[in-house]
């Protein structure tokens, strides 16, 4: 596979990626899928996750979420990353998203198209976006290895997120 399809032809990248990701999903090996994202899939269908899921497992109510806030270390850094990183504007294309250490959504900022499109993933918070929550993803994968992820299309296990490209990298101290 040409990966340098991911920048400068990202449709024909997405549809390869999807032809390689049936395949590896129905047993079929392919050395275009790395072998660390096909054991990340293997995991997560041995925690019970399908590629044909939807939801995330939900481990507190939003209003339950506003509590663990107030008490989170990351609490104090947020205004920064807010600043640093996010885009809520009108035009803003991309999603600011952070999760506890175990995976669950705490915050998330984004334009109001960017945030419905995300409700539509259940990307929400309280959510679980870690492998036993919802399978590969750029988070579960960064919990896992404990570095910076970006995952594309069809390199996230479940077919509803095919569309999105994901990156995440953990924060180990927020001073």
């Known amino acids: 596979m040409d990966h340098g399809l991911r920048f400068s032809d990202p449709a024909t990248y997405a549809r390869t990626l999807r032809r390689a990701h049936e395949l590896v999903i129905s047993g079929v090996p392919r050395p275009e899928i790395p072998a660390s994202l096909v054991d990340s899939w293997h995991r997560s269908m041995a925690l019970g996750i399908s590629p044909d899921q939807h939801s995330p497992r939900h481990l507190h109510e939003v209003a339950e979420v506003l509590e663990l806030r107030r008490e989170h270390r990351l609490q104090q850094v ?98």
């Open 78 to 175: 947020m205004p920064a990353l807010h600043d640093l990183l996010a885009d809520d504007s009108r035009s803003g294309r991309h999603l600011l998203v952070l999760t506890d250490a175990s995976g669950e959504i705490l915050w998330r900022v984004g334009s109001p198209s960017v945030l419905r499109r995300a409700d539509h993933l259940e990307f929400l918070e309280g959510a679980d976006w870690s492998e036993a929550g919802i399978g590969t993803n750029a988070i579960s994968e960064a919990l896992v290895t404990g570095g910076p992820v970006q995952l594309f299309s069809a390199e996230h296990l479940v077919r509803t997120h095919h569309e999105w490209a994901c990156t995440a990298a953990p924060i180990t101290d927020p001073a």
